[in-house]
């Protein structure tokens, strides 16, 4: 069984920062691709960013440069930097990494519970 598990979401005010951190622990052979996602409320759930095992980043654009991601490839963790933070970012926001159980299982997408971010004044 393969859990993960994210901290760091609150309330913060425009233009502030906000560090999420994501856990993943169970039954772990290997991490591929890490990624961070957020559901506003209505709306889809979307792409923030991915992480590869080897630390190649892709950001959506409406993040490009505000947000950081970053993985301890030893400690199982990924986490989000997110730095002028605007009321638009409210969301929950969900991490999920492509996690193979076994040497001999296939790799499948596992997901965190979520934690809520709110940007406010």
């Known amino acids: 069984q393969v859990q993960l598990v994210e901290s760091g979401g609150g309330l913060v005010q425009p233009g502030g920062s906000l560090r999420l951190s994501c856990a993943a622990s169970?039954?772990?052979?290997?991490?591929?691709?890490m990624g961070w996602y957020r559901q506003a409320p209505g709306k889809q759930r979307e792409l923030v960013a991915v992480i590869t095992s080897g630390g190649n980043t892709n950001y959506a654009d409406s993040v490009e440069g505000r947000f950081t991601a970053s993985r301890d490839n030893a400690k199982n963790t990924v986490d989000l930097q997110m730095n002028s933070l605007k009321p638009e970012d409210t969301a929950d926001y969900y991490c999920?990494?492509?996690?193979?159980?076994?040497?001999?299982?296939?790799?499948?997408?596992?997901w965190g519970q979520g934690t809520q971010v709110t940007v406010s004044s």
């Open positions: 999920n990494g492509v996690i193979q159980s076994t040497r001999w299982g296939t790799a499948r997408v596992y």
């Open positions: 169970g039954s772990i052979f290997s991490i591929n691709a």
